[in-house]
């Protein structure tokens, strides 16, 4: 089947602390593989994503990514967080071809930053 | 328009009532997605419709739910006769092939079922 799993529910931490978000992902076939952000009454906007090459991409926001295909893993990270980066993030994922294109998400992370 | 553009923007409606949601794609967009965030369920897919071809609905929850695309831009998303369950954000997101088909979310609908 295919699906999405986010370790994390809910994350607490203090401004400049590091961010690490887990993502795991089951699919059959080559993916893309996205990271979704909400904030706070806003809209999802595209973070960043991975459709191939370098499996270590960089977002808007000094957030970043690795795709680790050996562990169907594709884990947020960012070395400094910032009380603006409260929001809940999601990790998603489709086919890389002829897969319809939607988006299977992950339940999502809730990230507070303490000022 | 600049972006997905979803309306109304709050529904409260009563049990058993039909409802009617509507969403305008980014211009020129050929593929245009329904997607429910609701508590407890996430984000989950709804329909996709891509260009002139069949929409894949394999996502919708019961037969109470359709959707239509009128010219190869609008959608709306109908829910007939309305339950309590239906109860959520309905978003609505568009891409294209060019730039390779990211998808753009509307702000949504938040679907209140009284």
């Known amino acids: 089947a295919q699906s999405v799993s986010q370790h994390n529910h809910h994350v607490i931490l203090s401004e400049a602390a590091s961010l690490e978000l887990g993502c795991n992902y089951s699919?059959?076939?080559?993916?893309?593989l996205f990271w979704y952000v909400q904030y706070p009454g806003q809209h999802l906007q595209l973070l960043l994503k991975?459709?191939?090459?370098?499996?270590l991409v960089k977002g808007i926001k000094g957030f970043e990514a690795e795709f680790i295909k050996s562990k169907f893993s594709f884990n947020l990270r960012k070395p400094s967080v910032q009380w603006s980066d409260t929001a809940e993030y999601f990790c998603?994922?489709?086919?890389?071809?002829?897969?319809?294109?939607?988006?299977?998400f992950g339940q999502g992370t809730e990230l507070s930053v303490k000022p | 328009g600049a972006g997905v553009s979803q309306s109304p923007s709050n529904k409260v409606t009563e049990k058993g009532k039909d409802v009617e949601l509507r969403c305008d794609p980014i211009?020129?967009?050929?593929?245009l997605y329904w997607y429910r965030q609701s508590l407890g369920q996430g984000l989950e897919f709804l329909i996709y419709?891509?260009?002139?071809?069949?929409?894949?609905k394999s996502g919708l929850p019961s037969d109470r739910f359709s959707a239509e695309r009128t010219g190869g831009s609008v959608s709306t998303l109908t829910i007939q006769r309305t339950q309590q369950e239906d109860s959520a954000v309905y978003l609505c997101?568009?891409?294209?092939?060019?730039?390779?088909?990211?998808?753009?979310f509307g702000a949504g609908t938040r679907l209140s079922v009284l």
């Open positions: 211009s020129g967009h050929t593929a």
């Open positions: 997101a568009s891409s294209s092939t060019v730039g390779g088909n990211i998808q753009y």
């Open positions: 699919y059959g076939g080559t993916v893309n």
């Open positions: 419709f891509q260009g002139n071809s069949a929409p894949d």
């Open positions: 991975y459709f191939s090459g370098d499996p």
């Open positions: 998603a994922v489709n086919g890389r071809h002829n897969q319809g294109g939607k988006l299977i």
